[in-house]
């Protein structure tokens, strides 16, 4: 089956540091991966997604590579602001007949103070 | 443009009290997802609609959860009786077409259901 393993959290870190949130994934087929945000009392929200091996993906500042070589999506950024706290899910989606729905990793909680 | 409207954004019942959700998907959109996270565990799929028809219930927990799209507008999830492991945070998602590839999911804020 398909599944997804980020790192937990919370991850702590200061305004401007480098943020890294790994996330891993096993699939059957050829997945598209996902980064989803949720910030505090929000819906979750589609950061960025990358469709094949390779591709890039990137918004906000963030990035994320989809690497098949290591079944990898690991999301960057390279200097945090305060208004990047948040949960971070990654997820991914295998073309299906009866339609597209997401496996999700656990989240991990990120919290950047001033 | 509207986005994906949930009802109630909170909800606090007993053990075996029935509880519906509702969710109001973007005007247009013919499918509808819902999603619930359990515990802070991961996100996990609970069904698919294709307007008013269940394209795919394959993550639904058991009989006690029931899932209607009437007219193939909103959709209510209704859980009875409501146990204590049914706490967690309800997502209603929707989205045009199957090439949802390029358009994407636009989520809801979710609904939070604690059973105590």
């Known amino acids: 089956g398909n599944s997804v393993t980020q790192m937990e959290g919370p991850v702590t870190l200061s305004e401007e540091a480098f943020l890294t949130i790994n996330c891993t994934y096993t699939?059957?087929?050829?997945?598209?991966l996902f980064w989803y945000v949720q910030y505090p009392g929000e819906g979750l929200q589609l950061l960025l997604k990358?469709?094949?091996?390779?591709d890039k993906g990137s918004n906000k500042g963030f990035e994320a590579t989809y690497r098949k070589e290591t079944t990898s999506f690991h999301l960057e950024k390279g200097s945090v602001q305060v208004s990047d706290s948040a949960v971070y899910f990654c997820?991914?989606?295998?073309?299906?007949?009866?339609?597209?729905?997401?496996?999700f990793g656990g989240g991990t909680r990120v919290l950047v103070k001033p | 443009e509207a986005g994906v409207t949930q009802f109630p954004s909170h909800s606090v019942i007993e053990k075996g009290q029935t509880v519906t959700l509702r969710c109001d998907p973007i005007?247009?959109?013919?499918?509808l997802y819902w999603y619930r996270r359990v515990m802070g565990k991961e996100i996990k799929f609970l069904l698919h609609?294709?307007?008013?028809?269940?394209?795919?219930e394959s993550g639904m927990p058991n009989n006690r959860f029931l899932a209607e799209r009437t007219g193939g507008t909103y959709s209510t999830l209704k859980v009875q009786p409501a146990e204590l492991e049914d706490s967690g945070v309800y997502f209603c998602?929707?989205?045009?077409?199957?090439?949802?590839?390029?358009?994407?999911?636009?989520f809801g804020s979710g609904t939070r259901l604690t059973v105590v």
């Open positions: 990358a469709t094949k091996a390779d």
């Open positions: 997820a991914l989606s295998v073309s299906q007949a009866a339609g597209n729905k997401l496996t």
């Open positions: 998602a929707s989205s045009q077409g199957k090439s949802w590839d390029r358009e994407g999911y636009t």
């Open positions: 005007s247009g959109h013919d499918n």
């Open positions: 609609f294709v307007k008013e028809s269940k394209q795919d």
């Open positions: 699939a059957t087929g050829y997945p598209s």
